[in-house]
């Protein structure tokens, strides 16, 4: 049981490239959510799904896209990279929100 | 909308001192959930209690104590007799029932050291 996966572990991009975090889980939790992480500012909700084929927006969603075509997987696509998405990014999965969420390890993102 | 304030952003101790962390909510539903992460410095997220709007009971574990008042809208933490194990990044969080408040709202966090 791997719990919550996250790959990469770190990565550095221009600006204006694109990339996919890739976020698995095998806990068979209908909740996937990311969230980034910056210093003073706490983990904010990018986007987030209840279950495959739907996906909402968080807090923060500009700049990124998600999909939810199985129950395991939900990735984070960042369309056009930017300085301010320099960050370190966790996806985590629950039941629903009201329970307890299980965090992947992170990926923190620089760009350039 | 719904908001969760950590004031204390770090706190310092000695090891063995007693230590409270702060968290105040603002939410309108009247069934929520309130919950502590914490962040060591290796980076994971780990959870630590979770609680609901209708059990105002303290909680204990070990030397982690929780103490929930709905009359303050406060869930607080406190570690007795603090190790510098417990040095972390500790987040508060909060999530609703319906709607928009549906999703899981974090504080921004307190960075507590612990000194040997």
């Known amino acids: 049981n791997a719990g919550v996966t996250q790959t990469p572990k770190f990565q550095v991009l221009k600006t204006g490239q694109s990339m996919t975090l890739q976020c698995a889980q095998d806990?068979?939790?209908?909740?996937m959510s990311w969230y980034r992480q910056d210093p003073g500012m706490g983990l904010r909700l990018i986007h987030y799904s209840v279950g495959a084929g739907i996906t909402d927006q968080g807090e923060v969603p500009n700049g990124y896209n998600v999909s939810r075509s199985t129950t395991e997987d939900f990735p984070l696509r960042l369309l056009s990279a930017a300085p301010s998405q320099t960050s370190v990014y966790f996806c985590?999965?629950?039941?629903?929100?009201?329970?307890?969420?299980?965090f992947g390890p992170g990926t923190r993102l620089t760009v350039t | 909308a719904q908001k969760v304030t950590q004031a204390q952003t770090e706190i310092s101790v000695v090891e063995k001192e007693d230590v409270t962390l702060d968290c105040v909510y603002e939410t309108r539903d009247t069934t929520y959930y309130l919950f502590w992460y914490k962040q060591p410095p290796s980076g994971e997220l780990v959870f630590l209690i979770r609680r609901n709007s209708f059990d105002e009971q303290n909680e204990i574990s070990g030397r982690y104590s929780w103490n929930f008042q709905k009359s303050t809208s406060s869930f607080n933490f406190t570690i007795t007799a603090s190790q510098v194990v417990d040095s972390a990044v500790y987040f508060c969080a909060l999530s609703g029932l319906r709607g928009a408040n549906s999703k899981l709202t974090f504080g921004k966090g307190i960075t507590l050291s612990v000194r040997p």
């Open positions: 806990m068979n939790h209908e909740y």
């Open positions: 985590a999965s629950s039941r629903d929100p009201q329970w307890e969420q299980y």
